[in-house]
């Protein structure tokens, strides 16, 4: 059974720092790219970066200088660091596990919330 659990999420004030993790299991983690994503009421899904297989990451530009993406195949996990948070990053972030370039699925976590507030 594929399972992804997001975790790191929390209150934080606007300027703060949050570092929100995924924790993969069931899957060959080290062979899925890796994708983090912000879901907020009455709104699309946002994509905010992904990281390949072979360490390859790309950004959205509205959070390009300001969150970071990494992993530990060794452990299983992602990572999504967030600083200099805004209002407007408020809102529940999820991981999702692209295994298709290797004719595997796409697995999604739960998500966890942030809220961004004074």
């Known amino acids: 059974q594929v399972q992804l659990v997001e975790s790191g999420g929390g209150l934080v004030q606007p300027g703060g720092s949050l570092r929100l993790s995924c924790v993969a299991s069931g899957i060959t983690f080290r062979i899925y790219a890796i994708s983090w994503y912000r879901q907020t009421p009455g709104k699309r899904r946002q994509f905010l970066g992904t990281?390949?297989?072979?360490?390859?990451?790309t950004y959205a530009e509205s959070v390009k200088g300001r969150f970071t993406i990494s992993r530990d195949n060794g452990e299983n996990t992602a990572y999504l660091q967030m600083d200099s948070l805004t209002l407007d990053d408020t809102g529940v972030y999820l991981c999702?596990?692209?295994?298709?370039?290797w004719g595997r699925g796409q697995y999604w976590g739960q998500g966890t919330q942030v809220t961004v507030s004074l």
């Open positions: 999702s596990a692209d295994g298709s370039r």
């Open positions: 990281m390949s297989a072979g360490g390859i990451i």
